[in-house]
């Protein structure tokens, strides 16, 4: 088994909350790992729409429950140095939304989702943002460093059921945007990447998740025998 591996901190939202069973072999048997399915290409232009949205101003300024700070950095790869916990040795790799500059020189960590304000999507995506904190407090040496980071979010953006026509054939998609704090705690974080460990470093996949449906397809198959 790989115990020098890359974890993107994505595969730590969906990915994690989901099978380890499939988490353990996205890492470990990569070649036995579930297909990646392309995003729905309304997202990627939803979440560039944020971006620009806030781009070149202080989030408050807009309403004062957003956090105090503008954006200096969007879409950029970060690494952090090399992690190790119970001998097992990892870096973290990835590419953060946006990296806020906040009015008292600190920094933030924000992530632009299309969702509910809700605490399954804080639960959700909480180690994800954890972890773009820890890399920019952890850079290797020619990764982005920044410290210290003390905001990390979610801005949201919940569409309604709302469609305006003014000149046909364009239209607009009412919807309302949200701030969702999500606090960071190092201490924390490195304390759930030892949950990650303990399933990563296992000598086998860990057992299936009973709801797992690509894993009852995988059963299925050895049943049929093709």
Request: glycine share 4%; charged share 25%.
């Amino acid at each position: 088994m790989n115990e020098s591996i890359s974890i993107s901190p994505s595969t730590l939202s969906f990915d994690w909350v989901g099978c380890k069973r499939d988490f353990w072999i996205s890492y470990n048997a990569p070649e036995y790992a579930p297909p990646i399915y392309k995003t729905p290409a309304i997202f990627p232009i939803i979440d560039e729409a944020e971006k620009e949205a806030f781009a070149n101003l202080y989030f408050d300024e807009l309403d004062p429950s957003f956090p105090a700070g503008k954006v200096i950095y969007s879409q950029k790869h970060i690494q952090s140095t090399p992690v190790t916990i119970e001998g097992f040795t990892f870096i973290i790799s990835g590419y953060f939304d946006s990296v806020l500059e906040m009015r008292d020189g600190t920094y933030g960590v924000v992530d632009y989702k299309t969702t509910l304000p809700d605490k399954e999507s804080q639960g959700l995506y909480a180690h994800q943002l954890q972890a773009y904190a820890y890399v920019l407090e952890h850079p290797a040496p020619t990764s982005l460093s920044l410290k210290p980071i003390s905001i990390t979010g979610l801005i949201t953006y919940n569409p309604t059921d709302r469609l305006t026509i003014e000149k046909f054939p364009e239209c607009h998609l009412d919807g309302k945007m949200y701030w969702v704090t999500m606090p960071y705690s190092e201490k924390e974080f490195l304390q759930f990447m030892g949950e990650v460990v303990a399933v990563l470093r296992l000598p086998e996949p860990p057992e299936p998740d009973p709801n797992c449906k690509l894993c009852l397809y995988r059963e299925k198959v050895r049943e049929i025998k093709w």
